[in-house]
């Protein structure tokens, strides 16, 4: 098939920019990038149509090659309404970004450098116990943070019964 | 047998509420039915299982009992029970002993004790899922059992929660045992592959057949899961750590669950897989090696449920042994063995419980004078650990004699490393020997300290319940009483080793008694008793000697390195990838997108396509066209205002629907215009009240690498579009759309009747996700409710909405300005628009004002032409409402939100939800007069003056996509138009200082 020159070009450009745009900080600049990309995808289907053709209107006298390939021009349709909705959704995001917390810009996500920053010990994993050598009494040496816990079991409380009566 | 697996479960469900009312005596009310159970399975199936050919498969008559139900027919998994003599015994050994354990159990807990209830549920379950896996005849059925054990394991180990000991025993179990479990799978489904079959019994019976690498090495994977689940070398430090588990879950797991499902999965293969390439190897080899580590590392323990826990790893190494001798003689060995250790060790547990539960103790270098004081539990130990030992007249020796002989004839028949092995097994028996006589001293002697003073007897808190005892004596009384009687054991156990021949042909078959005569093997066991016995009296020596010796290799310790290791690699990967910057991750994303594609490309079938053709474009306008969209894309890259970057795009969407007209799709051009022209208006709206200046941070250097990967983005896309292009060799399916439309959807405009007849389905998801998307934006606006019932017109006063400016605002001229613009504003006179006088004088526009009232009803009209007009000619639903939306903006920028209010009394969502309704009606009602969905019907029409028309119920569908489109835009002008006026409003009134300076270059203007 043939290939349009002005079209791969003005399609490359679209992604270009809009590409350049989606990696700002600026939520603007963010949404606009994505309706430039949304513009050079759509350019990318409307190419698959082939060379241009009649408007898909059906006459008589002309044969269905004649016709500009309807099918991608129905993708087309719909993705562009779906993208007037993304947009609108993206632009409410913004407002509320900016009511929240007066912001316009990607901001990084504290808990991500958080995890990132974290250490590898674990003390779940890694701490050192001793090995318990009785399921009665607390343990024989449970580490503190759980040695203040009281015994799940009511076993002392029977214990301390039965001896009292004894 | 599925009645009894089935009950077993559904009791397990069920014991919670049991518990909840009963309280401890559930225990008591599992230990029946596991009893029951046993019994039931014993008197229903005994007899046929005996006298069944073990070999015979599935449907086979003279096989053993058997039941199968369909599960996933093609794939071959099927819900296959089979049992034959080798799950006879498991079930008598697991059912039985998990009986004992349950009473038990029935003392081990506290009357108290809240948790217990679930506790039950999963220990019977336990018991449940090993009866599953030892009748199970297909592989993934084994498969799942094997698993909920692992799983339940887990819980029952971590069952004291709150103590970190047992949560991290329970996890490294659940780690250990299921890397081996799904190594095990593989094999499993491996060895299935290649015998043909999902059955076990048709497994078994291919097995001798099958030779080869491939079998060769599944059979070492599934090998891999049975030593890991038997906790030999190197998994077996998973178990030791398994006694954070309560001692009755200790009991079971060591004695007849969990670990010994690793003996029987190698007694199992034994028959059809002892003769590949590396069965003996690996069974004889790690036994060994667990045999003696685990022997050694008893004599080294201080806790006495250590003591017995490295006592079963030990056990489990000789198991695994002689159960994969595969011979005939090792086969009725093993199986002995395997219930004597149950036996045995499971009474030994019960006893270490008791003391723990009585005392508090567990330290052999505490205990002290408990022979003197209880009496029962003494007598109880003694026989159970002289069984373990190996001493006559107990079953423990009746078993051990076999599997001696066993392994003699072995090494006398196929000489070699067979002498190692028995020469290793002998002394791991010594070893064996010694730690029971060192259990049994540390547990019960009276013992003196370094000074040589009398320790003091360990206390009790009061008399040992019968009950409490009765469990272990059932069992020790079984040592006792089958090592005088062993036929019935005998008799369960031959049918199975039928299943192999003798280890030459001739050879003598042996028996279980307590008497062979006197024989070499007698001479061995003689042997490891006195040896034994030495090292008991030297036990100081060599506990020394032990001290001195490090531990050369800790498979724990590499366990916990490896877990860190991993641990730390994740940490590093995730910091190193998660920086927590978006722009980060889309820059990572589009590179993987850029590069991707790139090497497709260079590895596509019959090289890179070339192009028939180059033309520059259809005709010069495209490229002035081309030109435009180009400048206007740079532009908004560069532009440092944030409403010029907005109309910079906006240019290049106009010179795109330009684009798409020249290239003949006047439909797509048309629609595109309206949807920029909104866009536009729904931008300023949103983004009025930020800054106008688009406030960026980045850095220059991040500039360029962004630059470099949008050219390198660009490029690739460009080039596979031209690629594609190229490489396209099919014709285009829409050749038969042109007389599919004009003669089934009754249409000439092709790319309509596409949207709503040939592909409606499309369509109808698209409406739905507006929809959705409307939804989103009203919920981001408004929070809390939509489309708030707002006050009428007539409610809002003169020149009140908008924000409403003083003459100091101004300058001089403005302010003459204004008063004019006042003046006029209060001039009683029938309006142009219905809510135009409710506007802040300062906001209105006459001109606008006239201009909407002339063009808004011209504008809906043309609107619902090109909805009904469009089946035929450019047009549609959604150019439609796109056009009917762009007249209520019209009417919203000019007069305000009531205005907007006056022109469109329904809700958007009432407005969305009616067109989806239509589209829904549209696609149904054809099935009630017998079509399909969506299936489209018309009337022909000859009308005078309108002349002959065809009626088309597709149509309609497009009608209720025109209303989800209007709907759309309504409520997008509400939330980021009415919505947002008001909040500003508020805010200024609020704060009549803040935020002045923002909005007053912004806002101000707007409304006009």
Known sequence: MTVNLTLVLVMGVMLATGVYMVLERSLTRVVLGVILISNGANLMILMSGGRAGEAPLVRDYLSSEDYFDPLPQALLLTAIVIAFALVAFMLALVYRSWVIGRQDEVVDDPEDRRVAAQPVYDPEEDSEIPTETTEFDGGGGAPTEEAAEPAPDSRRARRERREGRD | ?1008
């Open chain 2, 1 to 1008: 047998m599925l009645t009894v697996l089935a009950a077993l479960f559904a009791v397990s469900i069920v014991v919670p509420w049991i518990y909840h009312r009963l309280g401890r005596p559930t225990f008591f009310v599992l230990a029946g039915v596991n009893l029951a159970a046993m019994i039931y399975v014993a008197v229903t199936y005994l007899p046929s299982v005996l006298s069944a050919d073990q070999g015979a498969g599935v449907g086979d008559p003279r096989g053993p009992p058997s039941a199968v139900y369909e599960w996933l027919p093609e794939f071959g998994v099927s819900f296959a029970f089979r049992l034959d003599a080798l799950s006879m015994v498991m079930s008598m050994l697991i059912l039985g002993v998990g009986a004992l354990v349950m009473l038990y159990c029935a003392r081990y807990f506290a009357a108290s004790e809240r948790a217990a209830g679930p506790f039950a549920a999963q220990l019977f379950a336990f018991g449940a899922a090993m009866f599953g896996i030892v009748i199970s005849d297909d592989i993934i059925m084994m498969f799942i059992f094997w698993e909920i054990t692992t799983v339940l394991s887990f819980l029952l180990i971590g069952y004291s929660a709150h103590r970190i000991f047992a949560r991290r025993s329970a996890t490294q179990a659940l780690i250990v045992t299921k890397l081996g479990g799904l190594t095990m799978l593989v094999g499993l489904l491996w060895v299935g592959e290649l015998a043909g079959s999902n059955r076990l019994s048709d497994i078994m019976a291919a097995g001798p057949e099958l030779s080869g690498t491939q079998v060769d090495l599944a059979v070492i994977l599934v090998l891999v899961g049975a030593l890991s689940k038997s906790a030999l070398v190197p998994f077996h430090f998973w178990l030791p750590a398994a006694m954070a588990a309560p001692t009755p879950v200790s009991a079971y797991l060591h004695a007849a669950a969990m670990v010994k499902a690793g003996v029987y999965l190698v007694a199992r293969f034994a028959p059809g897989f002892h003769e590949t390439s590396f069965w003996l190897p690996i069974v004889l080899g790690f036994g060994l090696a667990t045999m003696l580590v685990g022997a050694y590392r008893a004599l080294r323990q201080t806790d006495i449920k250590l003591v017995l826990a490295y006592g079963t790893v030990s056990q489990l190494g000789f198991l695994v042994m002689i159960n994969g001798l595969g011979t005939e003689n090792a086969a009725l060995a093993g199986i002995a063995m395997l219930l004597a250790h149950g036996l045995f060790k499971a009474a030994l547990f019960m006893v270490v419980g008791i003391i723990d539960h009585e005392s508090g103790v567990r330290d052999l270098r505490v205990l002290s004078g408990l022979g003197r004081t209880q009496r029962p539990l003494l007598w109880i130990s003694v026989i159970s650990a002289a069984s373990m030992a190996g001493l006559p007249p107990l079953f423990g020796f009746v078993a051990k004699e076999v599997v001696f002989e066993s392994f003699f004839e072995a090494a006398e028949t196929d000489g070699g490393w067979f002498w190692v092995v028995m020469v290793g097994v002998v002394v791991a028996s010594v070893l064996t020997f010694a730690y029971s006589a060192r259990f049994l001293w540390g547990t019960f002697a009276t013992k003196r300290d370094d000074e040589g003073a009398v320790l003091e007897d360990t206390r009790f808190h009061g008399p040992v319940d019968l009950v409490f005892l009765a469990a272990p004596a059932v069992l020790t009384l079984a040592t006792v009483v089958f090592a005088f009687w062993p036929a019935p054991i005998e008799a369960m156990i031959s049918p199975y080793t039928d299943l192999f021949g003798p280890i030459e042909p001739g050879a003598s078959i042996t028996y279980l008694a307590l008497w062979h005569g006197f024989t070499i093997v007698l001479g061995l066991s003689a042997l490891t008793w006195v040896l034994g016995a030495l090292m008991f009296v030297g036990r100081r020596g060599i506990a020394a000697a032990q001290e001195r010796v490090p531990a050369l290799v800790d498979a724990e310790r590499s366990y916990r390195a490896s877990i860190r290791g991993i641990d730390a690699f994740s940490q590093a990967l995730t910091s190193r990838t998660q920086s927590g910057s978006l722009g980060h991750y889309l820059f990572i994303i589009l590179a993987v997108a850029t590069v991707l594609p790139l090497v497709a490309v260079i590895y596509v079938k019959g090289g890179i396509p070339t192009p028939d053709a180059w033309i520059i474009a259809e005709e010069p306008l495209q490229v002035v066209l081309g030109v435009i969209v180009v400048a206007g894309g740079i532009g908004a890259v560069l532009a440092p205002k944030r409403f010029m970057a907005v109309l910079m795009v906006g240019l290049c969407g106009y010179g795109i629907a330009g684009l798409l007209g020249l290239q003949g799709a006047p439909d797509l051009a048309l629609t595109l215009l309206l949807v920029e022209s909104i866009i536009l208006v729904v931008f300023v709206l949103a983004l009025r009240t930020l800054p106008a200046g688009i406030w960026t941070r980045s850095r220059t250097s991040s500039k360029l690498s962004r630059a470099v990967l949008a050219v390198g983005f660009a490029l690739a896309m460009m080039g596979l579009a031209a690629l594609s292009v190229s490489a396209r060799s099919e014709r285009p399916v829409s050749e038969e759309y042109p007389w599919m439309s004009l003669d089934i959807g009754h249409g000439a405009n092709i790319v309509n009747v596409t949207l709503v007849d040939i592909r409606v389905w499309d369509t109808f998801g698209e409406v739905t996700v507006i929809a959705a998307a409307a939804t989103g934006v009203a919920s981001l606006i408004f929070v809390k409710r939509r489309d708030v019932r707002r006050l009428t017109v007539k409610d809002i006063p003169t020149g009140s909405v908008g924000r409403v400016l003083t003459d100091e605002n101004f300058s001089p001229s403005q302010v003459r300005e204004i008063r004019a613009a006042r003046s006029f504003a209060t001039v009683a006179r029938e309006a142009w628009l219905v809510a135009g006088r409710t506007l802040a004088p300062e906001h209105r526009s006459i001109i606008f004002e006239v201009v909407t009232r002339l063009l808004f009803h011209a504008i809906v009209l043309l609107s619902v032409y090109l909805l009904l007009a469009g089946h035929n000619t450019p047009g549609g639903g959604f150019a439609g409402g796109l056009m009917a939306g762009l007249a209520f903006v019209l009417r919203y920028l000019a007069g305000g939100r009531y205005e907007l209010e006056a022109a469109m009394r329904f809700s958007a969502g009432g407005l969305m939800g009616a067109g989806i309704v239509v589209a829904c009606v549209v696609g149904i009602v054809p099935l009630f007069v017998g079509g399909e969905v969506f299936q489209s019907y018309y009337v022909d029409l000859d009308l005078p003056l309108f002349g002959e028309h065809a009626l088309v119920s597709s149509v309609l569908f497009d009608v209720g996509v025109y209303l989800v489109v209007v709907g759309l835009i309504v409520d997008v002008l509400r939330s980021l138009g009415s919505e947002i006026d008001l909040r500003s409003e508020e805010e200024n009134r609020d704060t009549s200082d803040y935020g002045h300076g923002v909005h007053a270059e912004t806002s101000a203007g707007v409304a006009r």
